[in-house]
């Protein structure tokens, strides 16, 4: 219909302003834009002056009646801020654009330009753009005057333990929590006898950071709180919170003898398995049958039980003769073989065993194993006792040596490195103790060359002291495991963007 | 010559007072000052007439009239009639018009040669201007509004018109019309022009809020500067002259 009509196009024409007179396009208060902004001021009544609170020490800004924003000088976040603090005034006019004017970054004067739009007169819509001055006063917030006051002050602490005697899983946990930035809120990290504390300043990153504990590793934990004050007028309590987290004693590669009750529930698994991985489930590997089970956390702390041996108990043996007796399986991942084995231990080539082994796969004549001697070992273990009339296997082979060629590659760098958490380490126990530790980190990082399952989840960083210049000119008979530089290569541009930090601090 | 009065503090000039070539009808108000304004400078060329319509004193929006005749709503009472027909000169046709939109002066606009009307008006009472006033009746609209009454103001010399007004509804009306005119406002930006102002061709009267601005164009629009009534009225008498012989 509108297509057909003869529409006559209408243009506007000019009026007078009616105050001075200069020609206008016709508007409803038909006075040109000077003329109405002498006469009427729409930012009359907005307030142009505020005074807003500043921490120093975090650089935060007090939006009362309690939070404390983060913002840097010039950013959004701090234009929305003070945007914010003028609600009420701008309720009246309607907000179209805010930006900051610049002012001496040690003045202590912020300044936002503000463009409001308000009706006036008979329906005419009229914009203006005014400054608003913000004067920052420096205030310490609540949590800067609890640190200055004493820096040492907790309000919650997590206390980790794991009662063996060795301390593979917290390097381990150490690198897991760097991966996940899970201890980024703590306080204090300090290193104690069989564990680790951490400190936290809220009840909260405690709470989250052992929710995480829970889901890398089987733990049980318990909380408790200590009243510190209490203020009877509006009755607050101040507490201290601690947790205690416990982490299972069952470890990777142990040999474990499992109480009759738990066996059953796994469906007869034998009674000998050996842990093959531990996160928050810990599978267990019969090594004669090759079946493989699950324990969940709460189903082991329901009947815990403790390794029959530990790594520390592993012995070298030298392999003679292997003869393969059953396919190759496919147990969760990794696979393995059955074999009939002729071993001795190589502190005594006397006595031979034909045991039954599963790293029938990558044992020749000619290698090195490791395995736990239960021929010669002297086990005091109570669930041992219940299962009468069972008969020990002289040996269990659990992984293959390769310390022959490490031997060659003795005092050589390698070509990655890890990062480690700014704990606080107790210097008093003397010289043999850091030599353990020493040696135990060192048998930590030929674990994880050993087991790339294990690297999968940590962050490896490039080495810049390395040659591998070096690494090539030696012939290697066999294939060492090592971490290959694909597995590095992502974690490249991190160590560059590192190193470009570097060269700015110089 | 325009001046600035104001009606017991009102400014709408044009609500309370009508303006033609032959005489002027002023409403009945609380201080007599609006009057002897209109008095002081209409007194010796023009009669000067009280009254109200209706019993009311919004006179210069219910009657619409030229130097020919006047006409009065069905409202108007019979003593407010007689009074007007013994008041006026002769030659001027006092009638009164049955019409469904009674509020003439909204809705009428006109000098003494053209008029402008609402266009909802009816069709006896579009016969009855020509006849009484002895216009050419034209149905329009100004600026997209009906009540062509209330948005301009028009006199033998030039118009005014609402502000918004496009160029091309200027050119429209001006050539109907035939006299020049400009979009502008009065009292200070109000756009009901005819309501804040009357005027004829020698005379114009504003309320006291008209800015400088305003008040030029007025006077440049309507050609008051030269204007002498004496030339005006004698060009009348002439014709007063004739109809007697």
Same mark, same amino acid.
């Given at each position: !219909?509108?297509?057909? !009509?003869?529409?006559?196009?209408?243009?506007?024409?000019?009026?007078?302003?009616?105050?001075?007179?200069?020609?206008?396009?016709?508007?409803?208060?038909?006075?040109?834009?000077?003329?109405?902004?002498?006469?009427?001021?729409?930012?009359?009544?907005?307030?142009?002056?505020?005074?807003?609170?500043?921490?120093?020490?975090?650089?935060?800004?007090?939006?009362?009646?309690?939070?404390?924003?983060?913002?840097?000088?010039?950013?959004?976040?701090?234009?929305?801020?003070?945007?914010?603090?003028?609600?009420? #005034?701008?309720?009246?006019?309607?907000?179209?654009?805010?930006?900051?004017?610049?002012?001496?970054?040690?003045?202590?004067?912020?300044?936002?330009?503000?463009?409001?739009?308000?009706?006036?007169?008979?329906?005419?819509?009229?914009?203006?753009?005014?400054?608003?001055?913000?004067?920052?006063?420096?205030?310490?917030?609540?949590?800067?005057?609890?640190?200055?006051?004493?820096?040492?002050?907790?309000?919650?602490?997590?206390?980790?333990?794991?009662?063996?005697?060795?301390?593979?899983?917290?390097?381990?946990?150490?690198?897991?929590?760097?991966?996940?930035?899970?201890?980024?809120?703590?306080?204090?990290?300090?290193?104690?006898?069989?564990?680790?504390?951490?400190?936290?300043?809220?009840?909260?990153?405690?709470?989250?950071?052992?929710?995480?504990?829970?889901?890398?590793?089987?733990?049980?934990?318990?909380?408790?709180?200590?009243?510190?004050?209490?203020?009877?007028?509006?009755?607050?309590?101040?507490?201290?919170?601690?947790?205690?987290?416990?982490?299972?004693?069952?470890?990777?590669? #142990?040999?474990?003898?499992?109480?009759?009750?738990?066996?059953?529930?796994?469906?007869?698994?034998?009674?000998?398995?050996?842990?093959?991985?531990?996160?928050?489930?810990?599978?267990?590997?019969?090594?004669?049958?090759?079946?493989?089970?699950?324990?969940?956390?709460?189903?082991?702390?329901?009947?815990?039980?403790?390794?029959?041996?530990?790594?520390?108990?592993?012995?070298?043996?030298?392999?003679?003769?292997?003869?393969?007796?059953?396919?190759?399986?496919?147990?969760?991942?990794?696979?393995?073989?059955?074999?009939?084995?002729?071993?001795?231990?190589?502190?005594?080539?006397?006595?031979?065993?034909?045991?039954?082994?599963?790293?029938?796969?990558?044992?020749?004549?000619? #290698?090195?194993?490791?395995?736990?001697?239960?021929?010669?070992?002297?086990?005091?273990?109570?669930?041992?006792?219940?299962?009468?009339?069972?008969?020990?296997?002289?040996?269990?082979?659990?992984?293959?040596?390769?310390?022959?060629?490490?031997?060659?590659?003795?005092?050589?760098?390698?070509?990655?490195?890890?990062?480690?958490?700014? !704990?606080?380490?107790?210097?008093?126990?003397?010289?043999?103790?850091?030599?353990?530790?020493?040696?135990?980190?060192?048998?930590?990082?030929?674990?994880?060359?050993?087991?790339?399952?294990?690297?999968?989840?940590?962050?490896?960083?490039?080495?810049?002291?390395?040659?591998?210049?070096?690494?090539?000119?030696?012939?290697?008979?066999?294939?060492?495991?090592?971490?290959?530089?694909?597995?590095?290569?992502?974690?490249?541009?991190?160590?560059?963007?590192? #190193?470009?930090?570097?060269?700015?601090?110089? | 010559?325009?001046?600035?009065?104001?009606?017991?503090?009102?400014?709408?000039?044009?609500?309370?007072?009508?303006?033609?070539?032959?005489?002027?009808?002023?409403?009945?108000?609380?201080?007599?000052?609006?009057?002897?304004?209109?008095?002081?400078?209409?007194?010796?060329?023009?009669?000067?007439?009280?009254?109200?319509?209706?019993?009311?004193?919004?006179?210069?929006?219910?009657?619409?009239?030229?130097?020919?005749?006047?006409?009065?709503?069905?409202?108007?009472?019979?003593?407010?009639?007689?009074?007007?027909?013994?008041?006026?000169?002769?030659?001027?046709?006092?009638?009164?018009?049955?019409?469904?939109?009674?509020?003439?002066?909204?809705?009428?606009?006109?000098?003494?040669?053209?008029?402008?009307?609402?266009?909802?008006?009816?069709?006896?009472?579009?016969?009855?201007?020509?006849?009484?006033?002895?216009?050419?009746?034209?149905?329009?609209?100004?600026?997209?509004?009906?009540?062509?009454?209330?948005?301009?103001?028009?006199?033998?010399?030039?118009?005014?018109?609402?502000?918004?007004?496009?160029?091309?509804?200027?050119?429209?009306?001006?050539?109907?019309?035939?006299?020049?005119?400009?979009?502008?406002?009065?009292?200070?930006?109000?756009?009901?022009?005819?309501?804040?102002?009357?005027?004829?061709?020698?005379?114009?009267?504003?309320?006291?809020?008209?800015?400088?601005?305003?008040?030029?164009?007025?006077?440049?629009?309507?050609?008051?500067?030269?204007?002498?009534?004496?030339?005006?009225?004698?060009?009348?008498?002439?014709?007063?002259?004739?109809?007697?012989?």
């Amino acid at each position: !219909m509108a297509a057909n !009509m003869f529409v006559v196009p209408q243009t506007r024409g000019t009026v007078l302003c009616c105050k001075c007179g200069i020609p206008m396009a016709p508007n409803p208060a038909n006075m040109c834009v000077t003329c109405l902004r002498l006469e009427v001021d729409i930012t009359e009544g907005l307030r142009k002056h505020v005074i807003i609170m500043y921490c120093p020490e975090c650089e935060s800004y007090l939006q009362p009646p309690r939070t404390w924003i983060k913002a840097q000088l010039e950013s959004k976040e701090l234009l929305t801020f003070c945007v914010k603090r003028l609600e009420n #005034d701008l309720k009246k006019v309607r907000l179209v654009n805010a930006e900051f004017i610049w002012t001496e970054p040690h003045s202590k004067r912020i300044k936002v330009k503000l463009k409001v739009q308000k009706e006036v007169l008979n329906g005419a819509i009229l914009e203006q753009s005014y400054v608003v001055e913000y004067v920052q006063q420096d205030h310490m917030c609540e949590s800067c005057t609890r640190f200055q006051a004493n820096p040492d002050q907790w309000v919650a602490a997590v206390q980790l333990r794991q009662r063996v005697a060795h301390r593979r899983t917290f390097f381990y946990l150490e690198q897991l929590i760097l991966k996940h930035d899970a201890a980024v809120h703590a306080i204090k990290i300090k290193q104690m006898d069989q564990g680790i504390d951490f400190f936290f300043g809220n009840r909260s990153h405690a709470v989250k950071f052992v929710e995480f504990l829970g889901k890398v590793a089987p733990t049980k934990s318990r909380h408790d709180k200590q009243l510190v004050s209490h203020d009877p007028k509006n009755n607050n309590y101040n507490y201290k919170y601690t947790f205690s987290v416990e982490i299972s004693p069952i470890c990777r590669e #142990d040999l474990i003898c499992l109480p009759p009750k738990v066996a059953a529930s796994l469906g007869n698994l034998g009674p000998l398995v050996i842990c093959t991985k531990v996160t928050n489930n810990i599978a267990l590997l019969d090594p004669f049958t090759l079946r493989q089970c699950f324990l969940d956390t709460d189903q082991y702390w329901r009947h815990s039980f403790k390794s029959l041996l530990g790594s520390r108990q592993l012995v070298e043996y030298d392999v003679f003769d292997v003869e393969v007796v059953s396919p190759e399986y496919n147990v969760g991942g990794s696979k393995y073989v059955l074999a009939d084995i002729e071993v001795a231990r190589i502190t005594d080539y006397g006595k031979l065993f034909y045991i039954r082994t599963h790293l029938g796969h990558i044992l020749k004549p000619g #290698d090195r194993a490791l395995g736990y001697d239960l021929y010669g070992a002297n086990s005091n273990d109570m669930e041992l006792d219940k299962y009468k009339g069972l008969v020990l296997p002289e040996a269990i082979l659990i992984k293959k040596s390769y310390e022959e060629k490490r031997q060659k590659k003795r005092g050589k760098p390698r070509s990655w490195k890890l990062k480690s958490l700014d !704990m606080e380490v107790d210097d008093t126990k003397g010289r043999a103790y850091e030599e353990k530790m020493n040696s135990e980190y060192e048998g930590f990082l030929r674990d994880l060359e050993e087991n790339p399952e294990l690297r999968f989840n940590l962050s490896l960083y490039r080495n810049r002291d390395y040659q591998p210049s070096e690494m090539a000119s030696v012939s290697e008979g066999d294939d060492m495991p090592s971490v290959p530089l694909e597995e590095l290569l992502a974690d490249l541009e991190l160590s560059e963007q590192e #190193d470009g930090e570097d060269s700015m601090r110089e | 010559m325009a001046t600035r009065l104001m009606f017991e503090n009102s400014c709408e000039v044009g609500v309370f007072s009508k303006l033609t070539n032959a005489y002027c009808l002023v409403a009945i108000g609380g201080s007599e000052s609006f009057y002897s304004t209109f008095e002081a400078e209409l007194a010796d060329v023009i009669p000067v007439v009280k009254t109200s319509i209706a019993g009311t004193r919004i006179i210069g929006r219910l009657c619409a009239g030229n130097k020919n005749g006047l006409l009065l709503p069905h409202t108007t009472t019979d003593q407010e009639l007689q009074h007007l027909r013994n008041s006026l000169p002769d030659q001027v046709v006092v009638q009164r018009v049955d019409e469904r939109l009674s509020a003439l002066g909204n809705c009428i606009a006109c000098n003494d040669h053209v008029a402008l009307t609402h266009t909802d008006l009816d069709r006896e009472t579009e016969e009855l201007i020509a006849d009484v006033l002895g216009v050419e009746v034209f149905r329009q609209t100004i600026a997209g509004n009906i009540l062509v009454g209330s948005y301009c103001a028009i006199s033998n010399r030039g118009g005014l018109v609402h502000p918004h007004t496009s160029i091309e509804d200027l050119d429209e009306l001006s050539t109907l019309l035939q006299v020049p005119l400009v979009a502008g406002t009065i009292n200070r930006g109000s756009e009901v022009i005819a309501a804040g102002m009357v005027v004829n061709d020698w005379t114009a009267f504003c309320g006291a809020d008209t800015t400088a601005t305003e008040l030029s164009v007025i006077e440049s629009v309507f050609k008051l500067r030269e204007a002498q009534p004496t030339a005006i009225v004698d060009e009348m008498r002439k014709s007063l002259i004739d109809s007697y012989v």
